[in-house]
T-cell receptor
Framework: NAGVTQTPKFRILKIGQSMTLQCTQD?????MYWYRQDPGMGLKLIYY???????DKGEVPNGYNVSRSTTEDFPLRLELAAPSQTSVYFC??????????FGQGTRLTVV | GEDVEQSLFLSVREGDSSVINCTYT??????LYWYKQEPGAGLQLLTY?????DMKQDQRLTVLLNKKDKHLSLRIADTQTGDSAIYFC??????????FGTGTRLQVFP
């Protein structure tokens, strides 16, 4: 049982490039969330999904897109990367609202 | 406002109790959580409380909830150096958004 797996762990992007951050969970959870954490700051919700085919914007969705074609996968797409998107990105999944499992994070630097 | 607020820093002596406070925003939030983050690591769920409760105890941890004031607190008894970390509260709003607080950095000194 791997839990929540995020790839890659680290990435450096040039301004204007695109990339997809992968998040996979093997716990059959319906709820999945993407957060970003800037240095010394709290977590900000980017997008979330309460089931396959359903996605909603969080607090800071601009510059990102998501899809949820399967229960297991919730990829986060960055189009036209900007330095302001330099951050650590965390994916989380829930089965019941009381227990959240977090991935280990993806550290992204945009230069 | 929309932010879940916490004080930035707390410094306590080893063996004392720590109390970390949080003011959340949505009176209809269903669950409230406390997470711990150690340097360079992800988030670890410490405990949670359902909104119809006003207290929950779990070993050294005690959570108090005041729904009227939208105030949540986490008390850590007999604080140890291993408790040094950043602590986040979070609220699960009835829109299914899980919103985190700004974080409190707990420093424990001998």
């Amino acid at each position: 049982n791997a839990g929540v797996t995020q790839t890659p762990k680290f990435r450096i992007l040039k301004i204007g490039q695109s990339m997809t951050l992968q998040c996979t969970q093997d716990m059959n959870h319906n709820y999945m969330y993407w957060y970003r954490q800037d240095p010394g700051m709290g977590l900000k919700l980017i997008y979330y999904s309460v089931g396959a085919g359903i996605t909603d914007k969080g607090e800071v969705p601009n510059g990102y897109n998501v899809s949820r074609s399967t229960t297991e996968d919730f990829p986060l797409r960055l189009e036209l990367a900007a330095p302001s998107q330099t951050s650590v990105y965390f994916c989380a999944s829930f089965e019941r609202k009381a227990e959240a499992f977090f991935g280990q994070g993806t550290r992204l630097t945009v230069v | 406002g929309e932010d879940v607020e916490q004080s930035l820093f707390l410094s306590v002596r080893e063996g004392d109790s720590s109390v970390i406070n949080c003011t959340y925003t949505d009176s209809s939030s269903t669950y409230l959580y406390w997470y711990k983050q150690e340097p360079g690591a992800g988030l670890q769920l410490l405990t949670y409380i359902f909104s119809n409760m006003d207290m929950k105890q779990d070993q050294r941890l005690t959570v108090l909830l005041n729904k009227k004031d939208k105030h949540l607190s986490l008390r850590i008894a007999d604080t140890q150096t291993g408790d040094s970390a950043i602590y986040f509260c979070a609220e699960m709003r009835n829109t299914d958004k899980l919103i985190f607080g700004t974080g409190t950095r707990l420093q424990v000194f001998p």
